[in-house]
T-cell receptor, first 116, second 111 residues
Framework: GAGVSQSPSNKVTEKGKDVELRCDPI?????LYWYRQSLGQGLEFLIY????????KSGLPSDRFSAERTGGSVSTLTIQRTQQEDSAVYLC??????????????FGNGTRLTVT | QQQVKQSPQSLIVQKGGISIINCAYE??????FPWYQQFPGKGPALLIA?????SEKKEGRFTISFNKSAKQFSLHIMDSQPGDSATYFC??????????FGEGTQLTVNP
């Protein structure tokens, strides 16, 4: 079956503009995660959704960042008034359930965001 | 207590050599320890995982060694190949929690 799909694969935007990044998780996966990866750096957790529970937003770096997950499937990460330090690869992952058991994360290939 | 510390940050190995990446954790409730492999331009992918009821797990050239008392686990890549050049992330979690990732190790295997 299809893996996690992210769009666009690349996005160049001007400082101050808003951007929306989309993630289509694997069908049936109840948990969805967003991570940020700066050049050559590790995985910075942003937010995750688990079923109908309230999302864990503890990793969002500022109130310019928000995310939603509609119908328990597709998720959109929105960055308002983008800044140059927002430039990074934004990775989405999904898992059958909240990882801790035999439920590995499946990552998409990310959206490379460049803020000029 | 949720941190997972990974070392080294980068590693260069000759073809045929052994690559060793180490991770340490604090949270004794962690009970699932996966390793992810990431190639340039791709998302990380699960490579191998271990639970603390065993001290070692081997899949092909990849082995996880787990030391529960020391709260450490490591990835060994035997007979390293240029195609193994990638970034490797260790991670840990327990039931009901999301994965906590290490900082990553950039492995380069020279031909």
């Amino acid at each position: 079956g299809a893996g996690v799909s992210q769009s666009p694969s690349n996005k160049v935007t001007e400082k101050g503009k808003d951007v929306e990044l989309r993630c289509d998780p694997i069908s049936g996966h109840t948990a969805l995660y967003w991570y940020r990866q700066s050049l050559g750096q590790g995985l910075e957790f942003l937010i995750y959704f688990q079923g109908n529970s309230a999302p864990d937003k503890s990793g969002l770096p500022s109130d310019r960042f928000s995310a939603e997950r509609t119908g328990g499937s597709v998720s959109t990460l929105t960055i308002q008034r983008t800044q140059q330090e927002d430039s990074a690869v934004y990775l989405c992952a999904s898992s059958l359930r909240l990882t801790g058991g035999n439920s590995p994360l499946h990552f998409g290939n990310g959206t490379r965001l460049t803020v000029t | 207590q949720q941190q997972v510390k990974q070392s080294p940050q980068s590693l260069i190995v000759q073809k045929g050599g052994i690559s060793i990446i180490n991770c340490a954790y604090e949270n004794t409730a962690f009970d699932y320890f996966p390793w992810y492999q990431q190639f340039p331009g791709k998302g990380p992918a699960l490579l191998i995982a271990i639970r603390p009821d065993v001290s070692e797990k081997k899949e092909g050239r990849f082995t996880i060694s787990f030391n529960k008392s020391a709260k450490q686990f490591s990835l060994h890549i035997m007979d390293s190949q240029p195609g193994d050049s990638a970034t490797y992330f260790c991670a840990a979690s327990n039931s009901g929690s999301r994965l906590t990732f290490g900082e990553g190790t950039q492995l380069t295997v020279n031909p």
